[in-house]
């Protein structure tokens, strides 16, 4: 049974940082090319960041030089660190599967509020 369980987000002022966090089970975790999702009020789902198995990264043009992605293929867990944030970035995030792979269930996802 496939489960994804994100956490770690929050409240944060503009320029504030937050580590959001994303236990992966029921799939192939270290073969799997996984992602950092985002989903703002009124908007469509989004990917915003994503890791090869092998640990190469990809960004949005809106994540570069603020997110980092990581994961730790022995606990089946992929990071999202979020720095410079900004009022923009709010939305819940999900963790999933890349598309390539074709989506997994989908967590609850994470609310990250970035506000003063």
């Known amino acids: 049974q496939v489960q994804l369980v994100e956490s770690g987000g929050g409240l944060v002022q503009p320029g504030g940082s937050l580590r959001l966090s994303c236990a992966a089970s029921g799939i192939a975790f270290s073969i799997t090319r996984m992602g950092w999702y985002r989903q703002a009020p009124g908007k469509e789902r989004e990917l915003v960041a994503d890791i090869f198995s092998g640990g190469i990264t990809v960004y949005a043009d809106s994540a570069k030089g603020r997110f980092t992605i990581s994961r730790d293929n022995a606990k089946n867990m992929v990071y999202l660190q979020m720095n410079s944030l900004k009022p923009e970035d709010t939305a819940v995030y999900y963790c999933?599967?890349?598309?390539?792979?074709?989506?997994?269930?989908w967590g609850q996802g994470t609310q990250v509020t970035v506000s003063s």
């Open positions: 999933n599967r890349h598309p390539h792979h074709g989506y997994a269930k």
